[in-house]
């Protein structure tokens, strides 16, 4: 019972965060992430390219991959599916104490803007969706009250669509030409007038309504609220600062509000009058308002990573790219528990979040600081039987020394690299060989330049040994990292990887045989590393 109490505590702690009270929960996660030390994060997601990757498992961040492909990779993981429950908890530690405030976003895109993209398309993984149905996850919450969110372009795109009024400084004007002066007397005018009409409206006058609708006409006065106004059409920028300096001469109680038109050009300035320098407070306020929500119900919960990215505290997080949340039902319960491991980290380092740290410390955390290490899922393709196999050292190779090869038909992994070992001398050196899916197999060479000789002999007949010119005929191909590393580059994604590595070899400007020094990066290499087949 008093775990169950416990855990019921913890559930209750989260605040759950859906578009209802969105706003409100927003100003209190900016209060507590200024206040905090770090920022916990985790997420529950609608699928995972590991968990996918039985189909392509060569998509999979690998050992041998670079940060530059680790990180398309993990890209298209973000790109696939979707984030349904994002959790922030701005923490503090204070001596032995955490002081958190873990909230749990709901999301859902939706186009509430009726811009028409992107695409508010994602996959779904039965197994996921099932685990979180079987955890009593509110899937309502999120469809129904979810929270949804604009890209940067599609802001863009909202604020050149719907053009509004708004509030500018007005600059002085250098130099000012008769017609300057003709306009600005005009518009000094109208202006005093209309003030002098508005202050006698509101007195008692017998006036009848036909006469005061026809003085409203051709002043062109109206109501902003309760607050009288005055529009006064303008064609230019230039108009816009001759009114704004105008009205700056003629009293400090007006708010002059720039309207603009489709294509954003000034077309009106709409002057409105307030009471008295509280009354023009409020009516700033009331304006900042209106746009505040506007850009709330725009950005939606990208405000949420614009809080978190511009406060520059520490992110914590665990397994981010591969975030399956928390096996309980409390959402957001997983952001609680890594802040707390955090803290016993925390602790048996002697690290202290004011900065001071002990100085056997410091090297080891500079080392660690602003790196991003995506979880490596492991490939294998060796049979138990060749001893060449079960070496359990890490390597660090070169990608000039790895190369691909497909079109070797069906042979397991034993017989591939004895078929190598016959077709050319280069395999007579120490090499491993892996296979990335049912269609290509990847080559480590451990000795410099040897895989620059086989993908000569790959390209040249006149080079090429008897035995590697019959499996050319039989269908081998071969290629270099860079071939594998354009892959990436370029999405293909959606095929087996001899299919893909055969698109970008097609492309004439490939250079796929070509090394260099500059492009070669040093990668890990590993016999540890593994999958199982059968899953393949």
Known sequence: MAASGGRQRLADAVKQVTNSNFADALKQLRAHVDQADFVAV????????????????????????TPEIAYLKAKLAAESYEILQFAVCPFS?????????????????????????????????????????????????????????SS??????????????????????????????????????????????????????????????????????????????????????????????????????????????????????????????????????????????????????????????????????????????????????????????????CTLLKLFPNGIVEEQYIKAIEDYLNILYPSHTTIQESDEEDPSFTKENVRATNTNDLVFLWGYGHLTAKELKHSLREAHDVFKEDFELRFMDKSCAVIVFYRAGSAQVLLESMASAMFCSDGLSKMKSEGLKAAGYQCYKKVCRLGLWDANLSDSLENVMSDPAGGISTFSEKDASEVSWTSEYAIDLSDL
Not at 115 to 128: E, I, N, V
Request: proline share 4%.
């Open 42 to 65: 985790s997420c529950r997601k609608t699928g995972d390219c590991a968990s996918a990757s039985s189909r392509h498992p060569w998509r999979r961040v690998l050992p041998m991959d």
């Open 93 to 149: 530690l204070k001596g032995s104490k955490v002081i958190a405030f873990p909230f749990n976003f709901n999301l859902f895109p939706r186009d509430r803007l009726n811009l028409g993209m992107p695409s508010y398309s994602f996959s779904c993984q039965t197994s996921f969706l099932t685990s979180m149905a079987h955890e009593g996850f509110d899937f309502n919450a999120c469809i129904y009250d979810g929270i949804s969110y």
């Open 152 to 345: 940067r372009v599609q802001e863009s795109m909202d604020k050149e669509r719907n053009r509004s009024p708004h509030i500018q400084t007005p600059n002085s004007c250098s130099t000012t030409s008769v017609v300057d002066s003709i306009f600005m007397s005009r518009t000094k005018s109208r202006i005093e007038l209309w003030l002098s009409t508005s202050k006698n409206s509101n007195s008692k006058t017998d006036d009848g309504e036909l006469l005061m609708s026809l003085r409203k006409l051709i002043l062109g006065t109206d109501l902003y609220g309760t607050r009288p106004s005055m529009r006064i059409d303008v064609c230019s920028d230039r108009q816009v600062q001759l009114v704004l300096q105008t009205i700056s001469r003629i009293s400090d109680h007006i708010v002059p509000l720039v309207i603009p038109d489709k294509s954003g050009q000034p077309r009106a300035v709409h002057v409105v009058l307030t009471s008295s320098e509280e009354d023009k407070s409020i009516l700033m306020s009331e304006i900042q308002i209106l746009e505040d929500e506007h850009n709330l119900k725009v950005r939606g919960f990208r405000e949420v990573i614009d809080v978190i990215s511009s406060s520059n505290k520490p992110i914590i997080g665990y397994n981010c790219l591969h975030d399956e949340g928390c096996t309980t039902k409390a959402h957001g319960n997983n952001v609680l528990r890594i802040t707390h491991l955090f803290a016993i980290l």
